[in-house]
């Protein structure tokens, strides 16, 4: 039995059969369902659990090589929340983008873990290391 790390069977599933360059979705609680894509479903309520709680977790033990959000982050969101997703990508090359041409990416990627978000455009793409 797992006692540390992420204990959710899919979500460990989903991250194992994830290669180098291929990229994971993580995303918000009205992120659109896109059919040709696994989804792990991990919203409960409203805030729970956050995006930046699933980051944490997969960055424990998944390298991230790059990474993407919608240029719209920014403005829609305060400096504290900015703040905090900065500290949360450490580290790794991020880069803003339309965010139409951030949901163009969606569609090659390996899975989405959908979460409880309300951040607005809080959404992410992350590549494999």
Do not use: C
Not at 50 to 55: A, E, G, H, Q, T
């Amino acid at each position: 039995m797992l006692k540390t790390g992420i204990l959710n069977p899919q979500v460990l599933s989903l991250l194992a059969r994830i290669r180098h360059t291929n990229t994971l979705v993580i995303a918000d609680r009205g992120f659109p369902f896109w059919p040709e894509i696994e989804t792990v479903d991990l919203s409960l309520v409203d805030g729970i659990p956050r995006i930046l709680d699933v980051l944490a977790a997969v960055r424990a033990n998944w390298g991230v090589g790059h990474a993407w959000m919608a240029g719209e982050f920014g403005p829609a969101n305060s400096a504290e929340t900015r703040h905090a997703f900065a500290v949360a990508f450490d580290g790794v090359p991020l880069t803003f983008e339309p965010h139409v041409e951030f949901k163009k990416r969606v569609p090659r990627a390996i899975g989405l873990i959908r979460t409880g978000e309300t951040i607005q455009y809080a959404n992410m793409i992350l590549e494999s290391a």
